[in-house]
């Protein structure tokens, strides 16, 4: 976590854009559910990043003048768009993706880095939990972190912006499908949970209840409606597996 923020300080003094994301963002954006986290078995292994394609070859830099070791092969293929780093000597890696986190749908960045620091909003930390159409476990405890501490408001500070959420959703319905989908599948978790006490299950019930309902309340196009009606006939997301071939 300490690493994480000191990079994103560097990058800042250095003119970057550079902002935290995955489970080590969650940790650092909720600090009053520490204990939670950890009673939850959740570990930092490695450090997630974004930034904007325009800092794509400047980043590269930076992470080797922070004593980063980019991977070759990986990095010539996939460059423009993501690029990974190890750090040896701590047996960890560095994975910085650009404009875009693209995997089971895609969570958009550009023009709302700049609305948190160190990392990603919360609101966008919760989409890229839920779009991941085969959910795991600890993306869903990982989101069960992130409801504790932070309400649900039409705003993006230190909240989860359920009418951002619901707009993003309401133009496709696969990436609808998928997110309400892990919302309800993070909500029996929540009522069964043997770490959580029972008003930690009341909290995580009622924000997901209210932003399930906010997100059904928001008018659907016709495109949305058009592809409601394929359902679960034709495949819905991408493959991650896919996304890196």
Same mark, same amino acid.
């Given at each position: 976590?300490? #690493? ?19 489970? /080590? ?34 980043? &590269? ?45 895609? =969570? ?14 919360? /609101? ?12 795991? &476990? ?10 504790? %501490?932070? #309400?649900?408001?039409?705003? #993006? ?5 359920? %009418? ?13 499908? /998928? =997110?309400?989908?892990?919302?309800q599948k993070t909500r029996d978790a929540a009522l069964s949970h043997p770490v ?50």
């Open positions: 976590m300490e #690493e994480a923020k000191a990079m994103v300080s560097e990058a800042t003094k250095s003119g970057l854009m550079l902002r935290v994301l995955g489970a /080590t963002a969650i940790y650092i954006h909720c600090p009053k559910f520490h204990s939670l986290f950890d009673t939850l078995g959740r570990r930092l292994s490695d450090i997630d990043f974004v930034s904007y394609s325009i800092f794509n070859e400047k980043i &590269e830099l930076f992470m080797k003048q922070m004593g980063y070791v980019g991977r070759g092969k990986f990095n010539s293929f996939y460059g423009k768009t993501r690029l990974i780093f190890d750090d040896p000597s701590n047996q960890r890696y560095v994975d910085i993706f650009f404009d875009e986190l693209r995997m089971s749908h895609t =969570v958009r960045f550009v023009g709302r880095l700049e609305l948190d620091n160190p990392t990603i909003t919360i /609101t966008d930390l919760l989409l890229e939990k839920m779009q991941i159409a085969k959910i795991n &476990e600890k993306d869903v405890k990982d989101t069960l972190v992130m409801l504790q %501490e932070h #309400e649900l408001r039409n705003e #993006e500070k230190d909240c989860i912006n359920h %009418e951002y959420i619901a707009k993003q959703l309401a133009g496709d319905w696969g990436y609808w499908f /998928t =997110v309400t989908t892990n919302l959580l006490d029972e008003d930690q299950k009341k909290t995580a019930v009622a924000k997901l209840d209210n932003l399930i309902q906010r997100i059904d309340s928001e008018p659907k196009g016709t495109r949305w409606k058009m592809r409601a009606r394929i359902g679960t006939k034709r495949k819905w997301y991408e493959e991650v597996e896919e996304v890196r071939r």
